[in-house]
């Protein structure tokens, strides 16, 4: 990429529930942490791209550009999408554009106020006519799940295999985000836990396989590659950052398996850098569900088709904090992932982010990871409803 | 669901299960488009509609859903998945309907996947009850049990008669029974009311008869039970089985619903054969359904006496002059001011007379349509093959049967009320539907209705040969649905929450 976006400064909240805390003061937090950390002032923002999925149905704001100029005191262009990565995509355009210097990109959702009707929102947005068909935000990810055992012949003692290895996703998750001060459950869960709940469920997958519903904020500030060695030693680039879409109904999709958005958006991410998926150890996954997480391994190239489950399944037999893809670590979801760091929709992406800005400089504090070869590029995956968007980000430290 | 006009276009796609194929490539949609994805602009003009409603289609995977989405909450524990048509060209959502999934089921998906299913047309989900009744036929049931699968296959009438009569015919009825002593009843599923009913009895009629739906000019609807007071089901009936010729999403049918108690339906025999006799109506067929969840207040509770008797169903009958397999060879109907069950608007359930509903109402009418019409006709007991009638319970029928000289042989192959209840709009016709089903070339069957409040109407029908050669179309036979392995059985608890629906 020329004139390399760089992120200068992340700042977050904690995932969870505030039930006490308005959505403005969410995103006022996260972005005061990350302007500090830059020692940014406001009147230094030329434009502001902010994330949210749900506030203009939940709370009926129509136009949350205005919103954000009440907040922030601000005139200048803003403008929101619906997925922190979109904010972030759209920025660097703009930067690398020459358009503007200095961006604040933010994220943040508010869910839990709205929790006894947050699924049937989520799922309508997602896929209308599965939603009138009588599909949940849960089904369509077991549906997934069937049809990739079909797909792949999976039975017997591979099948049982497969579901211990997605249990150990959840664990994993769990596991890393008990080292993360802003995680959603800071607490360890073992596979028994994930197979009793799917047990109790009936089902394919169960509570534990699944991501919450959080509220929370993200944000960072995103410069030009020369203003940011001015403001910071060790800025983070964006190397390359791809979206790719698919259609919003699941059913009518080619492959039921996989997520051929993600696919393309990682393609192209690819594309831009030059490099493969394997120069890669630190990635941020979408893991709205534990069958997600195995499917977008695959997705980004790092699991052959349908072979995902064996390297978690070997991986986690004795985890050591990555998954093991012949010799080679790849670090994922060092935060907990939004199954346990949580995933308020508009902020999750910032949270993706975060922890890769925060690894790639050495200041994970107790989740620092470590490699033999030196730890130089990271990438989030971000989707939007059921797959229908992807977003791949592949970020470089200096 | 909010806004009508986004209820209107989902269901005016759902309802009917509407999709495309490119006629270049042979990619296939659900939903209408314009264009093909893969060829673009050249392919606009050439895609071609695909009908979904009356094809077959496999469940590829399922799960179970047991935290459903708010408007779905009332229907427990479900089934869902993805269905798949020609061969996976298309693929669907689905729910599979007509099933309970208890808390203590052993569940084995692969058992369910790979199955074949028919779309079943329901509601779609709960609303409040003063909103639209969102519908959808994104509801399954398995090929191989209560419901199989029917081709819709349209068939050149190949003889004209003199005079008209019925066509094709169809009964529908719920997989779900209540057993009380001998008697069994119909339920409906949680999904299902008079609409459902309605709709699906007409689409056996299409079936049955292989009439061209676009011939149909006239629809009436005879229920006591539509979930609307006003908003015919009669549009709803017309614009799902594509009655009359469509032009955009208007459909070139008269539709209308008619109310007068348990003889709604068959009360429009008359006007139906008489508009398709009428030289310049320019109307070839014309389709009557009677179709009720016949209500009744819980027992002990005033009207509650009718909960032993109520069922839920409809039945369809196509008329014309083509084809056709009962001519009609006279009619008789009389009415009088009896109020002996009614039912005042905004009234959930229905009042009636107690005994006053019997010699001075149902056995009065009864007697006296069958009496004159025969008279008319200038028939005698013995020259009557069947002789249906309307079915309150078991004792009306058989007591006005005998009473005018019927015998068991004649009476009894239409007395199904045992089976179904009373499906009141939808009761006399189930009978008739029942003997059409078995009945010979040349017999003769005289059917009188009731309808509280109060009349009857008496029509004497001879079939023709052709009777025989429809039999075969349909699968749904009175003897399929009252012998069915699949029906499953629900006790009182449940079988109010059913009858009371989303």
Same mark, same amino acid.
């Given at each position: 990429?020329?004139?390399?976006?760089?992120?200068?400064?992340?700042?977050?909240?904690?995932?969870?529930?505030?039930?006490?805390?308005?959505?403005?003061?969410?995103?006022?937090?996260?972005? !005061?942490? /990350?302007?500090?950390?830059?020692? *940014?002032?406001?009147?230094?923002?030329?434009?502001?791209?902010?994330?949210?999925?749900? !506030?203009?149905?939940?709370?009926?704001?129509?136009?949350?550009?205005?919103?954000?100029?009440?907040?922030?005191?601000?005139?200048?262009?803003?403008?929101?999408?619906?997925?922190?990565?979109? /904010?972030? !995509?759209? /920025?660097?355009?703009?930067?690398?554009?020459?358009?503007?210097?200095?961006?604040?990109?933010?994220?943040?959702?508010?869910? @839990?106020? $709205?929790?006894?009707?947050?699924?049937?929102?989520?799922? !309508?947005?997602?896929?209308?006519?599965?939603?009138?068909?009588?599909?949940?935000?849960?089904?369509?990810?077991?549906?997934?799940?069937?049809?990739?055992? $079909?797909?792949?012949?999976?039975?017997?003692?591979?099948?049982?295999?497969?579901?211990?290895?997605?249990?150990?996703?959840?664990?994993?998750?769990?596991?890393?985000?008990?080292?993360?001060?802003? /995680?959603?459950?800071?607490?360890?869960? @073992?596979?028994?836990?994930?197979?009793?709940?799917?047990?109790?469920?009936?089902?394919?997958?169960?509570?534990?396989?699944?991501?919450?519903?959080?509220?929370?904020?993200?944000?960072?500030?995103?410069?030009?590659?020369?203003?940011?060695?001015?403001? @910071?030693?060790?800025?983070?680039?964006?190397?390359?950052?791809?979206?790719?879409?698919?259609?919003?109904?699941?059913?009518?999709?080619?492959?039921?398996?996989?997520?051929?958005?993600?696919? *393309?958006?990682?393609?192209?991410?690819?594309?831009?850098?030059?490099?493969?998926?394997?120069?890669?150890?630190?990635?941020?996954?979408? &893991?709205?569900?534990?069958?997600?997480?195995?499917?977008?391994?695959?997705?980004?190239?790092?699991?052959?088709?349908?072979?995902?489950?064996?390297?978690?399944?070997?991986?986690?037999?004795?985890?050591?904090?990555?998954? &093991?893809?012949?010799?080679?670590?790849?670090?994922?979801?060092?935060n907990g992932g939004l199954k346990a760091d949580g995933n308020p929709l508009g902020a999750t992406g910032g949270a993706q982010i975060f922890e890769i800005f925060?690894?790639?400089?050495?200041?994970?504090?107790?989740?620092?990871? @470590?490699?033999?070869?030196?730890?130089?590029?990271?990438?989030?995956?971000?989707?939007?409803?059921?797959?229908?968007?992807?977003?791949?980000?592949?970020?470089? $430290?200096? | 669901?909010?806004?009508?006009?986004?209820?209107?276009?989902?269901?005016?796609l759902g309802d009917r299960l509407k999709g495309s194929r490119c006629q270049i490539c042979g990619k296939e949609y659900f939903e209408l488009r314009d264009y093909?994805?893969?060829?673009?602009?050249?392919?606009?003009?050439?895609?071609?509609?695909?009908?979904?409603?009356?094809?077959?289609?496999?469940?590829?995977?399922?799960?179970?859903?047991?935290?459903?989405?708010?408007?779905?909450?009332?229907?427990?524990?479900?089934?869902?998945?993805?269905?798949?048509?020609?061969?996976?060209?298309?693929?669907?959502?689905?729910?599979?309907? =007509?099933?309970?999934?208890? +808390?203590?089921?052993?569940?084995?998906?692969?058992?369910?996947?790979?199955?074949?299913?028919?779309?079943?047309?329901?509601?779609?989900?709960?609303?409040?009850?003063?909103?639209?009744?969102?519908?959808?036929?994104?509801?399954?049931?398995?090929? =191989?049990?209560?419901?199989?699968?029917?081709?819709?296959?349209?068939?050149?009438?190949?003889?004209?008669?003199?005079?008209?009569?019925?066509?094709? %015919?169809?009964?529908?009825?719920?997989?779900?029974?209540?057993?009380?002593?001998?008697?069994?009843?119909?339920?409906?599923?949680?999904?299902?009311?008079?609409?459902?009913?309605?709709?699906?009895?007409?689409?056996?009629?299409?079936?049955?008869?292989?009439?061209?739906?676009?011939?149909?000019?006239?629809?009436?609807? #005879?229920?006591?039970?539509?979930?609307?007071?006003?908003?015919?089901?009669?549009?709803?009936?017309?614009?799902?089985?594509?009655?009359?010729?469509?032009?955009?999403?208007?459909?070139?049918?008269?539709?209308? =619903?008619?109310?007068?108690? +348990?003889?709604?339906?068959?009360?429009?025999?008359?006007?139906?054969?008489?508009?398709?006799?009428?030289?310049?109506?320019?109307?070839?067929?014309?389709?009557?359904?009677?179709?009720?969840?016949?209500?009744?207040?819980?027992?002990?509770?005033?009207?509650?006496?009718?909960?032993?008797?109520?069922?839920?169903?409809?039945?369809?009958?196509?008329?014309?002059?083509?084809?056709?397999?009962?001519?009609?060879?006279?009619?008789?109907?009389?009415?009088?001011?009896?109020?002996?069950?009614?039912?005042?608007? #905004?009234?959930?359930?229905?009042?009636?007379?107690?005994?006053?509903?019997?010699?001075?109402?149902?056995?009065?009418?009864?007697?006296?349509?069958?009496?004159?019409?025969?008279?008319?006709?200038?028939?005698?007991?013995? =020259?009557?093959?069947?002789?249906?009638?309307?079915?309150?319970?078991?004792?009306?029928?058989?007591?006005?049967?005998?009473?005018?000289?019927?015998?068991?042989?004649?009476?009894?192959?239409?007395?199904?009320?045992?089976?179904?209840?009373?499906? %009141?709009?939808?009761?006399?016709?189930?009978?008739?539907?029942?003997?059409?089903?078995?009945?010979?070339?040349?017999?003769?069957?005289?059917?009188?209705?009731?309808?509280? #409040?109060?009349?009857?109407?008496?029509?004497?029908?001879?079939?023709?040969?052709?009777?025989?050669?429809?039999?075969?179309?349909?699968?749904?036979?009175?003897?399929?649905?009252?012998?069915?392995?699949?029906?499953e059985y629900v006790d009182y608890t449940l079988y109010r929450q059913l009858k009371l629906g989303m």
């Amino acid at each position: 990429m020329q004139n390399r976006p760089a992120i200068v400064a992340v700042g977050r909240t904690k995932f969870g529930e505030h039930y006490g805390k308005e959505p403005e003061k969410l995103i006022e937090e996260a972005w !005061l942490k /990350a302007s500090n950390e830059a020692d *940014i002032e406001r009147k230094d923002l030329e434009a502001c791209y902010l994330s949210d999925y749900f !506030l203009p149905i939940t709370n009926k704001l129509g136009l949350e550009e205005g919103f954000l100029s009440e907040l922030t005191e601000l005139h200048v262009p803003m403008e929101v999408t619906r997925s922190f990565s979109a /904010a972030l !995509l759209t /920025a660097c355009h703009a930067i690398q554009a020459g358009r503007y210097n200095v961006m604040l990109v933010g994220g943040l959702e508010k869910m @839990t106020d $709205r929790w006894d009707k947050i699924r049937d929102d989520l799922m !309508l947005l997602e896929d209308p006519w599965s939603y009138y068909a009588g599909c949940t935000p849960e089904a369509n990810h077991e549906l997934m799940l069937r049809a990739y055992i $079909r797909k792949y012949g999976i039975t017997g003692e591979n099948l049982e295999k497969l579901n211990v290895a997605l249990a150990q996703v959840a664990v994993k998750s769990h596991s890393n985000a008990t080292k993360n001060e802003y /995680a959603q459950y800071q607490r360890k869960i @073992t596979v028994e836990h994930v197979l009793n709940a799917r047990k109790e469920a009936r089902k394919p997958l169960g509570l534990y396989d699944f991501a919450p519903i959080s509220d929370g904020a993200s944000a960072l500030v995103l410069t030009s590659e020369e203003l940011a060695k001015k403001l @910071t030693d060790k800025p983070v680039y964006v190397l390359g950052c791809s979206s790719a879409t698919d259609y919003l109904d699941f059913p009518a999709r080619e492959d039921l398996t996989h997520f051929i958005a993600s696919k *393309i958006a990682m393609k192209n991410a690819l594309k831009m850098t030059g490099m493969s998926p394997l120069n890669i150890q630190l990635i941020e996954l979408y &893991d709205q569900s534990t069958v997600m997480e195995m499917v977008s391994l695959e997705d980004l190239g790092y699991c052959n088709e349908g072979n995902a489950w064996k390297t978690i399944y070997g991986s986690c037999q004795d985890y050591k904090g990555y998954y &093991d893809l012949a010799g080679k670590k790849l670090f994922v979801n060092l935060n907990g992932g939004l199954k346990a760091d949580g995933n308020p929709l508009g902020a999750t992406g910032g949270a993706q982010i975060f922890e890769i800005f925060k690894q790639l400089r050495g200041e994970a504090g107790e989740r620092q990871v @470590t490699s033999d070869e030196e730890l130089k590029y990271g990438c989030t995956l971000e989707l939007e409803g059921f797959g229908t968007k992807s977003y791949v980000s592949i970020l470089e $430290r200096e | 669901m909010s806004s009508e006009p986004i209820e209107r276009r989902v269901s005016y796609l759902g309802d009917r299960l509407k999709g495309s194929r490119c006629q270049i490539c042979g990619k296939e949609y659900f939903e209408l488009r314009d264009y093909c994805g893969n060829c673009g602009r050249k392919s606009f003009g050439k895609m071609q509609d695909v009908d979904l409603f009356y094809d077959k289609g496999r469940l590829e995977i399922c799960t179970l859903v047991n935290e459903p989405t708010n408007k779905f909450t009332k229907l427990g524990n479900y089934f869902y998945g993805i269905i798949s048509f020609h061969n996976g060209r298309i693929r669907v959502p689905g729910r599979l309907t =007509d099933r309970m999934v208890k +808390c203590d089921e052993v569940i084995d998906f692969s058992a369910l996947e790979g199955r074949e299913v028919v779309p079943r047309f329901r509601r779609r989900y709960s609303v409040n009850k003063s909103d639209v009744i969102p519908t959808i036929s994104l509801a399954f049931t398995f090929a =191989d049990e209560y419901y199989p699968h029917q081709e819709y296959t349209i068939a050149d009438s190949s003889k004209e008669y003199d005079a008209p009569g019925i066509v094709g %015919y169809g009964v529908y009825t719920s997989r779900f029974r209540i057993k009380e002593g001998n008697l069994e009843r119909s339920v409906p599923f949680l999904d299902e009311d008079a609409i459902t009913a309605a709709v699906e009895a007409g689409k056996l009629a299409l079936i049955h008869s292989g009439v061209d739906s676009s011939l149909v000019g006239k629809i009436y609807v #005879g229920s006591e039970s539509n979930p609307y007071a006003v908003k015919p089901i009669a549009s709803k009936v017309a614009q799902v089985l594509k009655l009359g010729e469509e032009d955009e999403d208007v459909q070139g049918v008269d539709a209308i =619903d008619t109310e007068f108690a +348990c003889k709604a339906a068959s009360s429009m025999f008359k006007d139906a054969a008489s508009l398709v006799n009428y030289p310049k109506s320019g109307i070839k067929y014309a389709m009557v359904i009677g179709a009720d969840n016949s209500q009744a207040a819980p027992r002990g509770c005033p009207g509650g006496e009718l909960d032993l008797f109520v069922g839920y169903g409809g039945s369809a009958f196509i008329f014309g002059k083509s084809d056709v397999i009962a001519e009609i060879e006279g009619w008789y109907s009389c009415t009088s001011d009896t109020p002996d069950f009614w039912r005042r608007d #905004g009234e959930p359930f229905p009042m009636h007379g107690g005994r006053f509903t019997g010699d001075p109402a149902y056995f009065k009418h009864v007697r006296k349509a069958a009496k004159k019409l025969m008279e008319r006709l200038n028939m005698q007991i013995c =020259d009557i093959d069947y002789f249906v009638t309307h079915q309150p319970n078991v004792q009306f029928p058989v007591k006005i049967a005998k009473e005018l000289g019927f015998k068991e042989e004649q009476y009894l192959p239409s007395l199904k009320v045992n089976k179904f209840g009373n499906t %009141y709009s939808g009761c006399s016709p189930v009978g008739l539907s029942a003997v059409l089903d078995i009945a010979k070339p040349e017999e003769r069957i005289l059917i009188t209705s009731y309808g509280s #409040g109060a009349g009857s109407d008496a029509y004497l029908l001879v079939t023709t040969n052709q009777i025989l050669d429809k039999r075969q179309r349909q699968k749904l036979t009175i003897k399929h649905q009252t012998e069915n392995p699949y029906v499953e059985y629900v006790d009182y608890t449940l079988y109010r929450q059913l009858k009371l629906g989303m």
